[in-house]
């Protein structure tokens, strides 16, 4: 294991994210390195949505509750001293992280403890990264019910 300077913390500005975001800003800390706080808007998941319904307010309201949890995870490292460099970026989750993480050296990110059918249904966006990503990923557990 080297040293970190550049970690990247994908966050959907969850309560449950918040245990993965506080995990790689500790160790940011103690790396003396930058976290690289990464928000991505899933447009996708809104295709289905009636043509009746404005796609400007959604994609707004997407991008404004990005930019919030982009604002905790910047709150969270000033209290620790550790920069943050921002990320909005709208696509696949998955494929989005793996794309960006490639200019970092780790990532770090909660995954649920999902196991049997709710994880084939559901598939895990961690999962995925974990089996496409170059770069080395900590996943932390979190719990909805944390």
């Given at each position: 294991?080297?040293?970190?300077?550049?970690i990247l913390v994908p966050t959907d500005g969850?309560?449950?994210?918040r245990e993965a975001v506080e995990h790689a800003i500790d160790l940011a800390a103690e790396h003396d390195a930058t976290v690289h706080a990464l928000y991505v808007v899933n447009s996708a998941s809104f295709s289905g949505l009636p043509m009746e319904s404005s796609?400007?307010?959604?994609?707004?309201?997407?991008?404004e509750e990005g930019a919030?949890?982009?604002?905790?995870?910047?709150?969270?490292?000033?209290?620790r001293g550790v920069p943050v460099e921002r990320a909005l970026v709208d696509g696949n989750p998955s494929r989005e992280i793996v794309r960006?993480?490639?200019?970092c050296d780790l990532v770090v990110m909660g995954t649920h403890g999902r196991g049997?059918?709710?994880?084939?249904?559901?598939?895990?966006?961690?999962?995925?990264?974990?089996?496409?990503?170059s770069v080395p990923v900590l996943t932390v557990r979190v719990d909805d019910e944390s």
């Open positions: 294991m080297g040293r970190y300077e550049r969850s309560e449950e994210t796609w400007e307010s959604v994609a707004a309201m997407m991008n919030a949890a982009l604002d905790d995870v910047e709150a969270l490292a000033d209290d960006y993480a490639e200019d049997g059918i709710d994880r084939l249904l559901l598939g895990s966006v961690a999962e995925k990264v974990v089996r496409s990503s």
